[in-house]
Structure formats: C-alpha cells, structure tokens
C-alpha cells in the first residue's frame, strides 16, 4: 500500500514538544489529530538532515520506544519527520532549540546536586 500521507507539526513548549499529526482525510473517513507530548528528558536526539535531491527532514529519537507507537512510519524509538519547503529555516533551528533546552536541564539538575551535595555536613 505505501505510506500514507501525514501531516503534522512540532511545538517546542516551555517544558515539553509536543507533536500534532493527522492522517490524509479519506472520502468517507475523517481521521482525528493525534498529538503527543515528549520531555525534554525524553528525547535522546534530534537531527537535522539536509542532502541533495532527498527530502528534508528531522530524525526524532526518544528513549522510550513505546511512546512512538501510535506514529505512522516510526522506527524503534526514533521517527523521520519530513520537513515541508515552507518550514525549512525553522526546522533547521529547532534541533539547536531542542539540545540547548536539554542543556538547560542537565545544568539546573547539576547545580541542585552540588547544592544538596554542599549543605550535607
């Protein structure tokens, strides 16, 4: 049968990204958009892939395999979103967005470690 056509977006939030997709409506079926929602502590990596002739688009991997079920195409534990021309520049800059709010985290979980770790006696 092929792959079916999906379209969707990714919203990079305070705290999470979240990612809206939806099915190709059929002639007599509407599908719904599903979304799910991923912590920056989920996600193991994001990357940007950009070749000649080929498609645009960002490889989205997380830790937890089982979440990525209900994604049409994805992998184990990781989906290729296809990026549409229209996106190009904002899809370049979210992987960068994405480990710098990752390397947020990690700092602000170190820095309350060493805090604990100096306030022991």
């Known amino acids: ?15 999470e990204v979240v990612i809206q997709f939806k099915q190709k409506d059929r002639a007599f079926r509407k599908n719904p958009i599903q979304s799910a929602k991923f912590g920056y502590r989920e996600i193991e990596s994001i990357n940007y892939v950009s070749r000649w002739f080929q498609p645009k688009r960002l490889i989205f991997s997380i830790y937890e395999a089982a ?49 604990r770790r100096d306030s022991e006696p």
Not at 2 to 10: C, M, N, S
Not at 83 to 103: P, T
């Open 1 to 15: 049968m092929g792959y079916d056509i999906v379209e969707g977006k990714l919203i990079c939030q305070a705290t």
């Open 67 to 115: 979440k990525l079920d209900s994604f049409p195409g994805a992998g184990i534990g990781s989906v290729d979103l296809y990026v549409a021309k229209e996106s190009l520049s904002e899809a370049k800059r979210v992987a960068n967005l994405i480990d710098y709010k990752k390397s947020e985290i990690r700092l602000a979980e170190s820095e309350s470690l060493l805090r």
